[in-house]
């Protein structure tokens, strides 16, 4: 909607005809009301004063007042009547224009926010078994401190004169609505502000909002939280808060269907003599006996310590078994460990064995 910026006479008050005697009482009462010095400096009532200012000095002096008044002629001509009678006609033929020009309408939607949308990174361990995160969301809603009304302190704010408490003035011979210049549109001029959202009615939220994330959820999940959004005014309908999920990977742990896999690396003595070992899981790390014969596993498996399942259960572990050869080896201990495998016999390395046994067996099968 337009903006009406107010002529001089509605600015101070007074009738278009109004002697000089009027002009100036109506300067000091408005003065005694707007005056910054009466609201701490307030710049609202600065913006008002000197709009009032303007209005006295160009009224006050015969010439500058002639002058404005050909320019007010020219701009709203039913103005210089000063005849309620006739904007009265004017209104009334403007109210018949209207309805006959009138279309349905559909019914008006109820005021919804906006929706907040963030991404948000989540651990792995949370993601694979659920849980609750905080997010962290900034956005503009209505104020709570004056309930969006942009005053604690209603009754210090006047009832606008100019537009009669309306918001809107209509002027001009096609009767054009705009909003009143004077009070910004809300029909009083607001000189007490509310200190958080400076008169608005509306304040920059910044806070945490819990955010259930459930089980086994996946990067490009999207999790929506009902009514945490933007408020544009209150008693309206908050919009949500929208996540786009992203899952950090383990540095350790992957998933399987509902299995999670772990690649665990054995010393020599680890595969020869077992022992026990620190391994990662959903719930933090745990301790892990290896068997004697370690070394001639592939596979140990713990059970319940994988995804959740729809049933309630859990997946397993699975621990996948891997012997972790020595590097920077010095000659002479190169020749201790030839000699060692001399000494035990190839035929002790079982998955040696057993890989060159079926390698023998899938040539043979080629060339018949």
Known sequence: MDVYVPDHYRVLGVAVQADQA????????????????????????????????G????????QKRLHYDRLLVLRDPLRLVDDPRAERA????????????????????A??????????????ATAALGGTVFVNVAYDSACSDCAGQGTREPEKNPVCHVCQGKGTVSHGLRREHSQCGFCGGRGAVMLAVCATCRGVGIAHVRRD?????????????????????????LGTQPGDLV?????????????????????????????????????????GPERLTLPTDAGTRREIRVAARGLPIANGGRGALRVLLTLDCPGGLQPEQVASVLALQDQVGDDRFAAVRD????LAKLFSAATV
């Open 22 to 53: 009027a002009i100036k009482d109506a300067y000091r009462k408005l003065s005694r009301v707007y005056h910054p010095d009466r609201h701490n400096g307030s710049a609202r009532a600065t913006e008002c004063f000197q709009f009032i200012s």
């Open 355 to 358: 890989y060159e046994a079926t």
């Open 55 to 62: 209005a006295h000095s160009d009224l006050i002096d015969p």
């Open 209 to 233: 909002i819990g955010v259930s994330v459930p089980a086994r959820a996946a990067s490009g999940s999207v999790l929506r939280v009902k009514g945490v959004g933007e408020q544009p005014a």
């Open 243 to 283: 996540i786009d999920l992203e899952v950090l990977p383990h540095p350790l742990l992957t998933s399987d269907g509902d299995d999670l896999v772990l690649r665990l690396p054995l010393t020599w003595r680890q595969a020869l003599t077992g022992g026990s070992v620190q391994v990662p899981t959903l719930e």
């Open 90 to 109: 004017l209104d009334v033929l403007d109210l018949v224009v209207r309805r006959f020009r009138k279309k349905p309408e559909a019914l008006p939607g």
């Open 111 to 124: 005021a919804r926010g906006r929706d907040l949308r963030v991404k948000y990174t989540v651990a792995f």
